[in-house]
């Protein structure tokens, strides 16, 4: 069993940072995958990034603006360049270490609460 807990969102510009993380309580998160998904108003969850096997994964609107990592047992995720379209909770996830599917909210079998982040133009 895990528990997921994020933080760092808020209200910034465009064009600001921000970094979240996701701390982890119970197993250590070296024995998983650890994902960042989004939901924006009205939207579907959208994959953001993710860690496993030591690889890092982007979605294709992230790419080259954010970045995740891993320091024991919490993952942060560094947003940089935000745009008005980042606005959305962001979610931490892990699951059982994957090859494959990563991008696949499905996979994932521990979810926190979410955080907000709102950017505005």
């Known amino acids: 069993q895990v528990q997921l807990e994020e933080s760092g969102g808020g209200s910034v510009q465009a064009g600001d940072s921000l970094k979240l993380s996701c701390a982890a309580s119970?197993?250590?998160?070296?024995?998983?995958?650890v994902a960042w998904f989004r939901r924006a108003p009205g939207k579907e969850r959208e994959f953001v990034a993710a860690t496993s096997w030591g690889n890092t994964y982007y979605g294709d609107s992230v790419k080259g603006r954010f970045s995740i990592s891993m320091a024991e047992n919490i993952v942060n995720l560094q947003m940089n360049s935000l745009q008005p379209a980042d606005t959305a909770v962001y979610y931490c996830?892990?699951?059982?270490?994957?090859?494959?599917?990563?991008?696949?909210?499905?996979?994932?079998?521990?979810w926190g609460q979410g955080t907000q982040v709102t950017v505005s133009s």
């Open positions: 996830a892990a699951g059982p270490r994957l090859h494959t599917g990563i991008n696949y909210s499905v996979n994932y079998n521990y």
């Open positions: 119970g197993r250590a998160f070296s024995r998983y995958t």
